[in-house]
T-cell receptor, first 116, second 113 residues
């Protein structure tokens, strides 16, 4: 158990819909990262937040957005869903931001999203 | 753009054989991390390398960071069935204000008992 929690575990929805994935980082961790993992794309970094502010951006689509709240939990919003958005979405947390040397990331169990 | 290439994509070995996966970056990295993801699980941090030419060992696992800080390798001696999984490298690139980890696509290791 990494200490990072993600809800829900599974999500099945239809194309065109909008969903929200939730992540609670480990106690004390200020950084939250979101990743998308699909069979043919490996682990794709989407976005990072540090203490409530966006810190780094990866291959995040415009239909996707995220935020980190004052209590440090984070939500990833996926809208206008397409079949290709079906994937495993991981959240990870670390003590510090990427500018620092010790940035081991702890991953949550993931949310499996299926778009029908 | 910045890329981290990881090879091989798949490796199938007999238990007891050695295994090596390589990461090559198009740019110099500040540091590199290695993670392991068991089937059905989530990535778990293994190690971080920071210094040029650094070598670190964890039991049967040996990690190296190249002198130019552009490549890295993970070597497993005498594989066991518990080594099955996908091994990812992730390099921290110096990209101004948008520093981020660049992930390799992973090497999936299968071990025949």
């Amino acid at each position: 158990d990494s200490g990072v929690t993600q809800t829900p575990k599974h999500l099945i929805t239809a194309t065109g819909q909008r969903v929200t994935l939730r992540c609670s980082p480990r106690s004390g961790d200020l950084s939250v990262y979101w990743y998308q993992q699909s069979l043919d794309q490996g682990l794709q970094f989407l976005i990072q937040y540090y203490n409530g502010e966006e810190r780094a951006k990866g291959n995040i689509l415009e239909r996707f957005s995220a935020q980190q709240f004052p209590d440090l939990h984070s939500e990833l919003n996926l809208s206008s869903l397409e079949l290709g958005d079906s994937a495993l979405y991981f959240c990870a947390s670390s003590v510090v931001g990427l500018a620092d040397r010790y940035n081991e990331q702890f991953f949550g169990p993931g949310t499996r999203l299926t778009v029908l | 753009g910045q890329q981290v290439m990881q090879i091989p994509q798949y490796q199938h070995v007999q238990e007891g054989e050695d295994f090596t996966t390589y990461c090559n970056s198009s740019t110099t990295l500040s540091n590199i991390q290695w993670y392991k993801q068991r089937p059905g699980g989530h990535p778990v941090f293994l190690i971080q390398l920071v210094k040029s030419g650094e070598v670190k060992k964890q039991k049967r696992l040996t990690f190296q960071f190249g002198e130019a800080k552009k490549n890295s390798s993970l070597h497993i001696t005498a594989t066991q069935t518990t080594d099955v999984g996908t091994y990812f490298c992730a390099g921290l690139a110096n990209a101004g204000n948008n520093r981020k980890l660049i992930w390799g696509l992973g090497t999936s290791l299968a071990v025949n008992p």
